[in-house]
């Protein structure tokens, strides 16, 4: 089974997750400063081929009504220029409550306010790859 790759889109920073061989935990693997769409993506190719991935999920930052705003159409465009570049299955699902849980995840770990704001892109793609591999299991077993 290949590993599954997470983006937490960001417009400073991408945040990286990746599955275990078995699809089923997910593991922070760091950011990517953002540094130009073709640095980006290149980043992200040389990501997918180390971890030899077969799709990459990227977090769909929707409003909380459902509704498409500016981050979600940033995100929307980043996924159709990347689509073009890398031969790769991708798929973007909606992220509305992972920063947010991931900000919890942090006060009860009393990082720093620094600390927090260094280190959520991570968790946050941490989470979404979390929450995918969680459904798709479900959809497997039900």
């Known amino acids: 089974m290949q590993r ?4 937490d ?3 400073k920073r991408i945040g990286v ?5 078995l699809n089923i935990i ?3 693997v760091g950011t990517i400063e953002r540094k130009g769409i073709k640095n980006d993506i290149k980043n992200i190719r040389d990501l997918v081929e180390e971890h030899d991935a ?3 999920i990227v977090g769909l930052p929707l409003n909380m009504n459902g509704t498409e705003g500016k981050s979600a159409n940033l995100a929307i465009d980043f996924v159709n220029e990347l689509k073009k570049e890398i031969n790769i299955r991708v798929e ?3 992220e509305r409550l992972t920063t947010a ?3 919890r995840i942090f006060l009860e770990a009393d990082l720093s ?3 927090r704001k260094k280190n959520i892109d991570k968790i946050a793609a941490q989470l979404i790859l979390q929450n995918y591999l969680d459904s798709y299991k479900h959809k497997k077993t039900s």
């Open 101 to 103: 849980q991931g900000e």
């Open 26 to 28: 997910a593991q922070s």
């Open 9 to 11: 889109f960001g417009e």
């Open 54 to 56: 077969a799709k990459l």
């Open 17 to 21: 997750a990746v599955s275990d061989a």
């Open 113 to 115: 306010r620094k600390k």
């Open 92 to 94: 973007m699902i909606d």
């Open 4 to 7: 599954i790759l997470a983006l």
